[in-house]
């Protein structure tokens, strides 16, 4: 399974920016919900949101809650992470990330997903 991810780039503080992924490449089975981590310098990668693809169920880190918005186009495995409000400590490598089971609760540990995309850089300028 590949993950590509696209959309980042620079913005300014308070601005949006909208992030893609698209899983492919999948044979028998095929993701069950898509999420986005990210990891800004000298910093631990750490979860941003996540979204069940069969129910929609959606789960956001508090930091981005009520900025972040996370959706998905479940017949072709495309996930799109909104972001608005943008603040200057959003700026991080976003990463895509896809898992088969579904984790639940569990939806922040970078262990319960099987795949991973490069990464795309949001800058954050104040």
């Known amino acids: 399974v590949q993950l590509v991810e696209s959309g980042g780039g620079s913005v300014e503080a308070g601005g949006p920016l909208k992030l893609s992924c698209v899983a492919s490449g999948y044979s028998t089975s095929s993701p069950t919900y898509m999420a986005w981590f990210r990891q800004a310098p000298g910093k631990e990668r750490e979860a941003v949101a996540t979204?069940?693809?069969?129910?929609?169920?959606?789960y956001y880190a508090e930091s981005v809650k009520g900025r972040f918005t996370i959706s998905h186009e479940n017949a072709q495995h495309i996930s799109y992470l909104q972001m608005d409000s943008l603040k200057s400590e959003d700026t991080a490598v976003y990463y895509c990330?896809?898992?088969?089971?579904?984790?639940?609760?569990?939806?922040?540990?970078?262990?319960?997903?099987?795949?991973w995309g490069q990464g795309t850089q949001v800058t954050v300028s104040s």
């Open positions: 979204v069940y693809l069969y129910g929609g169920k959606t």
């Open positions: 990330a896809a898992g088969g089971r579904w984790c639940g609760s569990l939806w922040h540990r970078q262990s319960e997903y099987d795949y």
